[in-house]
C-alpha cells in the first residue's frame, strides 16, 4: 500500500439542468442542476473485484497496491485524473473510459426527484453510503442533506457517495 493516502479526495461532475417546468432550460427559466462526488481516501479494495474486468491487469499492471492508484483515462470536472479506487467507490468499470458515477433529475409533480446510477444489487449498495444534498444558490451557504418530500426547495443537487463506514 502507498505510505500516503490523501485524506479526502472527491470527485464532482456536473450531469444534468433541466428547467423546473420539465423541458429545456432558458436563461429566463427557473432550473435546477445536479452533480455527483465520489468521497473517500484510504479505501479497501478487495483484489477479487478486480477479477470482474478482464482487461484489468493489462490496463493497470499486476501490481495491484499500485494499480490502485493508477489512472483510468476518467477527468473530473477540473481536468484531473480519476483512479481505480474511485471507480471501486462508485461501483463503476475502471477499464471503461464512459462508465461513471452519474446523477439525473426529472421533475415530477413540479418537484426534482434525483437519481443516481449505476445501480448496483443489494449487497453491493450496503457497502455504500449515498447522501443528496441540496442548496438554493450556488453564491453561497451550505449544501444541506434532502429530507424526503423537499427537494423542490432547492435548486442545485449533490449525490455523493462513499463506503460505508459500518462495514463488518
Known amino acids: ?35 455527483t462526488e465520489i468521497k473517500g481516501g484510504a479505501v479497501a479494495v478487495p483484489e477479487t473485484w478486480t477479477q470482474q474486468f478482464p482487461q484489468y491487469k493489462e490496463k493497470f499492471g499486476s501490481d495491484f497496491a499500485a494499480s490502485l492508484l493508477k489512472p483510468t483515462g476518467k477527468k473530473g470536472p477540473t481536468g484531473e485524473n480519476l483512479v481505480v479506487w474511485q471507480d471501486y467507490v462508485a461501483g463503476t468499470d475502471p477499464t471503461k473510459v464512459d462508465d461513471v458515477f452519474t446523477a439525473k433529475i426529472e421533475i415530477v409533480d413540479n418537484a426534482p426527484v434525483i437519481s443516481y446510477s449505476p445501480v448496483l444489487s443489494a449487497a453491493e449498495t450496503a457497502k455504500r453510503k449515498y447522501t443528496v444534498y441540496g442548496r438554493s444558490s450556488l453564491y453561497g451557504g451550505d449544501w444541506s442533506v434532502v429530507a424526503p418530500g423537499t427537494a423542490s426547495n432547492y ?7 462513499e463506503l460505508s463506514k459500518n462495514l463488518p
Request: hydrophobic share 40%.
Open 1 to 35: 500500500m502507498p505510505d500516503k493516502w490523501p485524506t479526502d479526495y472527491g470527485y464532482l461532475q456536473a450531469h444534468e439542468t433541466v428547467a423546473e417546468d420539465g423541458g429545456p432550460s432558458a436563461p429566463a427559466a427557473g432550473f435546477v442542476t445536479v452533480i
Open 155 to 161: 435548486n442545485f443537487f449533490k449525490v455523493t457517495v
